[in-house]
């Protein structure tokens, strides 16, 4: 997520040739899929810590202002193998001394199977098992998404628990978690926090977003913004969990291609680091709408968490997870109430 995003939009006697290419990309992409649905490791998902992924002790804003990475800690990051390097893919909070929110789709890998992500704290490696929301799971999978019926699955959200085998990480003692709003929705107009660590350059083929690698910036800088929500949920013609934020000509921070699972914040900003920040949805996707005048607004989907759907099925979750004293700051654990951020 960048503040002013490269923006490419390919000329028209170039779509072809880039059409042909993207859909090569796709089909290679969707093949290595049900490849690695076969194979017994298939291919890993390493989450890490921002203090092990930022560059230096202080995170650069994207108006030029810097922050601490402390401040930021519980945010965590993947990255996986792709064609020979690792890239950027997922973005995840950590809501509990074991529990990691992201998005679905980062985990979903379709019939049924959902990846087996790892987290890397203190030099260990620890293995998640990740959720996904059943109102998600209702749609059918294809290309990696799933829809219901012409619509995209709108709560896209996973819960993770992470196994530590009982002797948790120093660095995960330390940190104070984030806490979850589900009781306030999300609501046009309001003031909402972006955060990622995906790309910053995105190229547009036919009204599609995708990461531009060649002009991408590998600076290890934590994306963060403020926003504006334009749609409340429900107010999406594409999903009922979706709230949305429209980024005029790339100018102003977007959701990213690898941003995907980043918390949205409120009570939050780019010019502070409030006590009382809350997590009220989660990154899913990312649209290019096109404007009158022929250039392109970029649209942000977040799914919301305070939906009933949403509170219901993890509080399910937590049950199911009582003997071992899960918890899930903002549901059965206050804020304020230690571990959890005030």
């Known amino acids: 997520m960048k503040n002013v995003i490269n923006l490419r939009v390919i000329p028209p006697s170039l779509f072809l040739f880039q059409a042909i290419i993207t859909f090569a990309a796709i089909a290679i992409a969707m093949f290595s899929g049900s490849q690695e649905l076969r194979a017994q490791s298939g291919n890993p998902m390493e989450f890490k810590l921002l203090s092990d992924v930022a560059s230096g ?9 810097t922050i601490q990475v402390g401040s930021w800690s519980t945010l965590v990051f993947a990255e996986r193998p792709s064609f020979g390097s690792y890239r ?18 980062c985990v979903d890998l379709g019939d049924g199977n959902v990846r087996s992500p790892s987290i890397v704290v203190d030099d260990r490696r620890l293995r998640m098992t990740c959720d ?5 799971l209702a749609g059918t999978f294809t290309g990696g998404i799933r829809r219901i019926g012409n619509k995209l699955s709108s709560e896209d959200l996973a819960l993770c628990w992470i196994d530590d085998g009982g002797q948790r990480p120093a660095s995960i003692k330390a940190l104070d ?11 046009a107009s309001q003031a909402v926090l972006l955060t990622g660590y995906g790309c910053t350059a995105i190229k547009i083929i036919a009204h599609r977003v995708f990461p531009d690698r060649a002009n991408d910036e ?29 980024s005029v000509l790339g100018k102003t921070p977007a959701v990213c291609p690898g941003d995907s699972g980043g918390p949205a914040f409120i009570n939050e900003s780019g010019d502070n680091s409030a006590e009382t920040r809350r997590i009220i949805g989660v990154n899913s996707s990312i649209d290019a709408e096109l404007r009158a005048d022929g250039k392109f607004d970029l649209i942000s989907r977040l799914s919301a968490i305070g939906t009933p759907g949403f509170a219901d099925w993890a509080q399910g979750w937590l049950a199911q997870r009582a003997d071992a ?8 654990k206050k ?8």
């Open 88 to 105: 950027k893919f997922c973005t995840g909070a950590l809501v509990g001394s074991n529990v990691m929110l992201t998005a679905a789709h």
């Open 325 to 332: 004293g899960v918890f899930i700051c903002g549901l059965n």
């Open 218 to 246: 590998a600076d290890g800088l934590l994306r963060i913004g403020d926003q504006i929500i334009e749609r409340a949920p429900g107010q999406d013609e594409l999903g009922n969990a979706f709230f949305t934020t429209r």
């Open 177 to 187: 978690f984030e806490v979850l709003d589900t009781r306030r929705r999300a609501v």
């Open 132 to 136: 996904i929301s059943p109102s998600y």
């Open 57 to 65: 002790g202080q995170v650069q804003l994207l108006n030029g202002r």
């Open 335 to 342: 804020a304020g109430d230690y571990p959890c951020r005030n």
